[in-house]
C-alpha cells in the first residue's frame, strides 16, 4: 500500500536494499493492540489508523508517545520540527516493515528519540536519510533499521548535535553512493556520551562511518563493513573512522569482533583510550590489513602512502595485488610477525613498475613475498624493464623477502635492482648504503643489479646471506654514466645460475657499459659446487675478487667461524709452476683430485728424506702446510685448494725440513725472511726457479727467477701459493701460520703480509 501525504514530493528511488533485520515482537493489530503495546498513535491505511501519514502522527505527539505504522509504503517527508521528549517511531509488524521513501529529518529540540523496524530511503535534505542535524538531540536509539540509498544520496543518518548516548543495532546501511559525499553515517559532537553499535551492517557505498568527540565510550562490535569506497575529493579517510578528529582525554574505545572487506581502508583510529591500532587489528576480522599507528587499510600502498617519517607499515597474511613505492624517508615497511604476505603485481598494460620501489632514503622492506608476474610489459626498451624490488635512496634495507618472477626472461628484468635515478628527467642520484639480506631471488632473467646510468653515483652496496637461484646472471654490475663503488657481497648463495657475478664491460642492449674501476669484493659465496667457479660453480667475469669461496652453501656455515673455503689458482698449458698450500687441505684426497677437470701433464713433489722429485703417480697420503710441487699442465687448468676442518680447537702445522735443499711454500704473502723466520732448521737462502700461479686470492710474490740470502740487505716478495727451494743448515720445521680449523678470517690474516 502506498501513503502519500503529497504526492508532488515522492521520491523514486534506483537501488537494491539488502534487509538486515532481527524480528522480535508480534504483529500490531488495530487500536486494541496498539494499545497493548503501548503506542500511543497508529499510522496507516487500515481502519484502526489514527492517521494516514507519519508527519501527521508526529505533528499529533506529544512527549512519551509510540507511533506505530503499519506495513507499506509512506512517501510522504517526515520532519520533527517540535520539541520532544521520549518519542519512538516503530513498525507495526517487524518481519514487513513499512518504507519510509522520504527519509526523516529533524529540526527542533528531540531528545530520547527511538527509531525501530523501519525501512528508510529518499533525501531529508542535504542528500541525507536520516537528517538529524537542524536541531540539538540527545539519546537516540536506532534498532533494525534498514537504509537504502542511490546515486544522490550521500548520507544514512547524519547529525552534528548530540548529547547524552547514540544506540545503533542490528542496522544495514546500503547503496548510499553519491561520489561527492563523505558522511556515509556520521554523528558528531562535544556533548556525546557514550556510542553502541552492534550487528549492523554497512555495505556498498561511498563514504564513512565517523563519530566525532566522545566523552566516555565507543563500543563497535559484530557489525560488517564491507565495500566501501572513497569520495571523490578523498575527505573520507576510511570505512570506520574513530576519534576524528580527536576523542576527549577520556573516552575508551572497544572495537572487536566486527568484519571489514573490500573497503578502501578500514579503519582510522585517533587519539582514543582502550585500543591501539594492533589491538584493533588482532581482535577483528580484516580480508587483508596493513597498518601503522592510524590506518588499517586493504591496500599496502595506501598504508605506505598515508605514513609519516619514523613510522612502520605492518602487513597481515594475504596476497595484496599492486605495486607499492615508498616515497617518504624512514618508513619500514614489513610482514606482521608470523605472517605470510605477499605483495603481487601483474601489470595490464606496458610498464616498467617493478612491484615494490623505493625512493625514498632511510627506508626498509621486510619479510614478505614479492613477486612479478610479466603483463604487458615491454620487451625491449632503452629503459630498466620490471623489477621485483627497485631501490633509489640511500640508508635502505631489503631483508628476508622471497623475490620471484613469473614469465621475467627479459634479459633486462631483474629481481633487486639498485638504480641511481627515478626522476622523469633522468638526473642521476647519489645512491649509498644499501643493505640486501637475507632474501631468495628467482625467475628473473637477473637475480640482482646495480647500474649507475644517469650520471649518479651508487657507493656502499652490501649483498649478503641472499640465495639467487636459477635465473641466468646472479648479479650485474654496471656504470653508464655514473659510478659504482664500495660493493660488498659476502655469504651469499648463487645456485643453477650461468654467470655468478658480471662486471658489465662492454655493449649491453642499447647500453655501452663499463665495469667499476675498483675490483668487486666477492669473496666468501658459494657458487653452486665445491669448486668454486674455477670449477663446475657459476662462472664470473673479470673484475670480480670471488677467492676466497665457500664450498658449502652458506645456510651450513656461521659468518665469522667458517672453515668451508676455498681458493683456486689458475696455471696455464705448457708452462711449469711451483705450486704451494699455505695450509693443510681436505684429508683424503691426493694432489691431483683437487684439480678441477681430468688434468693432463705432470707433477712432481720434492722428497725431502731422499733428496729426490717423486712423480705425481707416486705422490700419496694427504697434503700437509707448506708441501710444494712443480706442476707442467697439457692445457689451461684450474686447481682448487679446499683445507682441513677440525671440530675441535684450531691446531697450527709445520713443515719438516732437513739440512739442505727443500722445496718447500712459505707461511705468508711478503718479505721472504720474515715468511721463514719462525723456523727451528736455521734457512740460509731462498731461490725460485719456476712461475708462480696466475690468479691467487690475496695478492703475489716477485716474478721470474729470484735469489736472496738470509741476513743480508736484498729481499724479495714471496706468496704462500708458490713453491720456493730453500736451503736450511739443520734438520727442522719450518712453521705455517695456519692448520686445520682455522676460519677464512684468520685465514686470510694469517697469510697476508
Known sequence: MNFDGDQSRAISLAAIMVLSVVAVGGAFAGNVAAQESGADIIVGGSDNADYSTVQAAIDAASDDSVIVIESGTYNDPVEFDSSLSNITLQANDSANPPELTAGIKVSADVSDLTLKDLQL??????????????????????????????????????GNSFAGNITITDTTVSNYTAANDWSLVYLGSTGIENVVTTGSTVQNSVGMVAFGEINNSVTIKDNTFTGIESDSDGSATAALALGNPAFTDTTVASISDNTFSDNFNHVVLGDVNGETVKSVVDSNDFDLAAYDDMLISPSVQNAVGSADSGDTVSVKSGTYEESVTIDTENVTLRAADGANATLAFKPDSKTGAPTVKVTADDSAVRGFHIVRTAGGDRSTSSSPVAQGVRVSGSNVTIANDTVRGVGMTDPE????????????????????????ADNDVTGFYGGLSVVAAYGGSIDGVKVTDTVVNGTDYG????????????????????????????????????YDVSAPAESINATLNYWGSSQGPAGDGANVTDGVNYDPFLTVSPSEVTPGEVQDFGNDLTLRGNTTYAIATPA??????????????????TVYGWNTQTQQWVPGDELSGDVGALSAFVVTPDEDVSITFTYANSTQQTSLSSKQVSAGWNFVGASQYGDAETAFSASAADPARLIKLYEQPESQPYGTGAAGVQKVTFGGSDTVAVSPYTGYWVYTNQDGTIAANTGAGVTASQFEQMVEA
Open 121 to 158: 530511503s529518499g533525501d531529508a535534505g542535504a542528500g541525507r536519510t536520516l537528517n538529524l542535524g537542524g536541531g540539538s538531540l540527545s539519546n537516540v536509539t536506532i534498532d533494525r533499521v534498514t537504509f537504502e540509498g542511490g546515486s544522490s544520496l550521500g548520507a544514512a543518518i547524519y
Open 413 to 436: 628484468s631483474k629481481g633487486i635492482m639498485v638504480f641511481d635515478d627515478e626522476s622523469s628527467d633522468k638526473t642521476g642520484e647519489s645512491v649509498s648504503n644499501v643493505t640486501i
Open 475 to 510: 648479479m650485474t654490475v654496471g656504470e653508464v654514466d655514473g659510478t659504482v663503488s664500495n660493493l660488498a657481497v659476502h655469504y651469499n648463495d648463487f645456485e643453477n645460475v650461468t654467470t655468478g657475478i658480471a662486471a658489465l664491460d662492454g655493449k649491453y642492449r642499447s
Open 584 to 601: 693443510p687441505l681436505t684429508t683424503g684426497k691426493s694432489l691431483k683430485e683437487f684439480f678441477n677437470s681430468e688434468f693432463d701433464g
